[in-house]
Structures are given as structure tokens and as C-alpha cells.
């Protein structure tokens, strides 16, 4: 959103520079930038109350003298007699309309009104639909406009959930699909709430007569929809994030104030609907636990001090939140308010200690499945919940993040298998891959399950003692009877042909639902603590790496776990990985054939052959130095 220098300091007493506002509003975490004395702002979504001239100026009123002086028309209205039906009051809690006929159309606008589209730089549109722009802009409230003249008949406000045709006051058309909250006039619809009007009813700028809707929509109503449809509006992004409720009046007279400014009114009336009481929410007053969060002490009267400024009330032991902030709930909200006035440069930074449990306890079913899997050798993955699989149980996403995924899962083994075609491109013959989330299902309305799933083909393990033992169906159950004993699973020999694999081992395959079982269910108790290493992170290298490949020639067997031992704990910043590509145990000639693959690579440099010789060599010599060990050829 873009705000104007001059509109901002025009209502601060000390005339600060854009600079000093520049630094007051970064202090307050508003991310933006400055080009020619425009503010570009970028606010979280959770700061919609921002979105306007006056919601920047209550922010900055913690730091300034702010006056706003904006003038509204006071005398009494005359109440508004329009045919109006709300058949979703839970979409719509809100609503008021104004209704204002005028004698002569303006062709000049001064003041604030002129302003707004010379210094932003906007093109005007016909008077009422700038006067509502510029609203929109100062208070942060959309309203929008209907020619009188062109509302012949009932006014409905509902959800609809079938495919209209809807021509925008753009002048290109769309077609309404889903459930959509609409406007309509003798079955027409006139308007996509809270996104744009249609071309049917809007004003022109020979329009005299206008009626105002001012409305409060649900936020989760309007959330997505100018991106399905691919509309481009302002309103839209101020209801998706929530505007303030209880505003209606306000706007409304600043809208009559505005339009007496440049035209002589001949008649004026107003309507309000409200369907729901809004609830006060207040807060406690706890300094401590306020101290406690934010990490440094300040007073009670310097906290009350900061949010009065804010515009919060203080009332008898509570803090009442004002309506336009709805996002703030709890007293770690109110923390937030304070340390972002405060500045978080300026709260010292404190050394924090978590101690280590001697004996964690993993207890529950979840975690003990996790630990086992991850001893005996599988890796964990985490996929997307959404695939472009369309199934009858599938459910479909409102709004997908991407086109291709629009539908939850409804098992896991689907991305498993994925996974495994992934690692067989790289050359990976052998995967152990498990995955623990949720899935869902539209079956008797939505439902949500855990599951466990794996997947499994090559060998049992990289050491010389399974290096020649595969996965199959016998080693997957053996494996789970070790924690589910007597249980029965489906496990499954996922047919290759129809992954279209060219994987020649067998490919074992699970999925479980865990909340059937019970921790007692669990026999296994071996794993009293995480697998060595399990939580350390190290990030992938981007620079290239190489490998070299040893082939020993080893006499006596009993030596083997020395040689295994020695190269497989073999430490050395530039070594990534050891692991055994070939192995051969002949047992005429009492001899063992066995290839290592070491892989180098640094994470800060492109190695050099010099820089892998020095620790190649290194791995040969200690290597040699085990009796009984050889390498042919040297």
C-alpha cells in the first residue's frame, strides 16, 4: 500500500522528517520503502488495521503528538427506506447503506480528496467512486457504490454455490464458481462481495444519486477469492485481513462531509443493520507477566502509558481492546505491542541454558516407531499433503498453493513410491523410506487419519553382514513383530511393472494406521535414547564433490569388523560419506572380496586432486597397516 509523506505529517504537530518517519515506522516492524515521498508499505497479514492513512497515524501517535481532525458531518439522518434481505448474516454481521442525492456533479475536488490523486498519482473514476477510493485509503474501510436510480427491486445478501456469469464494473466478465457471497438484484448479481461491483449498477459520472454500502465481511469469506478470479482489488486485500466493525458511522458521515465539500446535497439517509453484538475483549493488567515475556523490567504506568497511546482503554484492572485490532488476544499480543514501541534493539539479549535430560522418555507410540525405523536403518521423510491425485474420497482444496496439487491425500504410499523413482534416477538401489502424518478422506463427511507408512527395496543394510541379504516380505514382517507382536499388517510386494521401475529387487511397502495401538502395545524397548548424531543438522554443500573407490583383499575374516570399523568411523572435514558398493565372500579361498566408495567434498571450497590424495592416501596407509589386509595393486 502506498501513503503519502505530506498525508502523514500534515496531522503530527512536530513535523518530523520522512527520515524520522521512516525510522519510527521500521521500530514499529512496518517493512516499506520510500520513493519520491511515497511510503511503500509491506504490513503482515495480521496488521490490517494498517492499511490506511488513519491506521498508520494511530501507530506513529505512540512516538508523536497525532491529531486527527478529520471532519464528519454530525446532524441527524433521516432513516433510509430501501428493500434489503440478509439471508447470511453469519458471512454479513454488519451492514449499513447511505443514500445521498446531489445537485450538480463536481468536475474539481480540493482539499484532502484532491490531494489523494495528485500526489499518488491515481486516475480519478466519477465522483462517488472517488470519493469511497479515497475513503478506503484514509480510513482503511471500503464502500462501494451503486447508482440509485439502477436499484429497481429487492436487495439480497446470501452465499450462493452455482455458476454465474458476472460482469465486473471492468468490463470483463467472469464466471462465478463455488460458494461465492453476492449481491443480487431480481436474481442478478451485482456484486461479489467485498471484491468488486458489476458494471450493472455502478455510477457513472453523470450519477446524482448514490446509495453506499459500508459492510463487514468475515475475512474467510473473502480469503481467495480476487485470486481465483483473478481480480486485482484493493477492497478485497483490507476484507481478507479484517476491517474494523464497528466503523460504519464514522465513515459514513466523513462520507457525507466529503461530498457536502464539493456539492450542494438535496437529500440524505441512512440504514444500519446489525445481526450480531460484538463482544468487548479485554485483557488483564499483568506487568510481571508482561516483564516475563518481554525480558527486560518496565513499570506499570510506562505499559499503560505505551497502549493509551495505541488507543487501547484502561478500565478497572483491564486493558480493552480496541475494535480495530483484532489481533490481539492474549498477553503475549500486548507483550508484542510494548517491545515493538520499546524497540527490540534496545532489549538487552540474555544467555539462555536448556539443560539435557540424562533419560528421555519417548513414550508415546509415535516417536518409539520413529526411533526404531531410524535404528535399523530407514530415513524419514516429510511430503506435501497435497497431490494432483483426484480420487471420490479426495478433497479438494479451495485455494491451492499450486494448480498441480489441489487435492489433500488420501494415503501416503503415493509419495513414498514417488521417492523411491527419485532416489532410483540418482543410481540409489537401495531406499528404506518411512513417513508419519496425517491423511484425509471425505468419506462420511471429513475425517482425518495417522498413518505410518513405509517403503523398502535393495538391501538390508550398507555393512558387510547384510550387504548381501535384500529386503523382502519376511524381513519387513520380522522387523515390525519386534514391536507388534502377533499383530497382522498388510504388507505389501508392490508390483514394478506398474511403477513403471526398472528396479530389479523386490519393493516391500506398508501403511498403519498408529492410533489403533496403544503404548503397551509396543514391545520394543531397547531405544532409551535418540540414535547417535540424530539431532544435528548440517547444511547441503552446493560445491561439486568427487569419489574414490578402494578394493580390499582381506585374508583372514576375522579382521573384517577392524576394516569396517576403521573406514566406516573414519573422520576427516572433507570426507561426506564411506559406504560399501561391492563385496564378495569366497568360501573355498577363505577370502573376502570388498569395495569401499569414499566421497569427497568440502563446504567451503572446490577440492582439488592434491587436497583428496593427502586424505586418500591417509585412509590407504592406516588401512594397510590391519594384518591381514591388502590392496591389489599396491
Known sequence: MKIAYSHLSQYIEENPTIEQISDSLFQL????????????MEFTPNRGDCLSLNGLLRDLAVFY?????QEIYTEKLEDLQIDFENLSESICPQISFLKLEIENVPEIYKGSLDNYFKDLELNKNNFFTDVSNYLSYETGQPTHCYDANLIKGKLLFQEVNEDKEFETLLENKIKLSGKNSVFSLNNEVINLAGVIGSKSTSCSKETKTVIVECAFFQPEAIIGKSVKYDIQSEASHKFERGVDPECHDFVLRRFIKLVSEHANIKTMSIISYNY???????????IQKINQIIGIEISESDF???????????????????????????QNDLAEEVARVIGYDSIPRLEISIPKSEKPNYKDVENKLRYFLLDHGFYEVINSPFVNLKSEEAIKVDNPLDSNREFLRTNIIDSLIENLLFNERRQKDSVK?????DIYSSNNGISKERKLSLIASGKVGLDYQNFSKKINMKYVVSLFQQIFPGEVFDIKVLSRDSLDTKIKNEIISLEVDINKFSNDILAYQEISSPPENFNQYSPISDLPSSFKDISYLV?????????????????????????IFDYFNNEIKDEIKIGFRIIFQSKKTTLTAKEIDVVYTNIVNKTLGIKGITIPGI
Open 29 to 40: 516492524g512496518h517493512e516499506h520503502e520510500i520513493d519520491d515521498g511515497i511510503f511503500d
Open 433 to 437: 523410506l518411512f513417513e508419519i502424518s
Open 65 to 69: 503528538t497525532v491529531n486527527f481532525n
Open 304 to 330: 499503560l502509558n505505551y497502549l493509551t497511546k495505541l488507543r487501547f482503554v484502561i478500565k478497572e484492572g483491564f486493558i480493552i481492546v480496541p475494535s480495530f485490532r483484532s489481533d490481539i488476544r492474549t
Open 555 to 579: 585374508k583372514d575374516s576375522n579382521k573384517m569388523d577392524d576394516l569396517q570399523d576403521l573406514l566406516l568411523n573414519f573422520k576427516n572435514d572433507i570426507i561426506k560419506d564411506i559406504y
Open 276 to 286: 450480531i453484538d460484538n463482544p468487548i475483549h479485554q485483557i488483564p493488567v499483568n
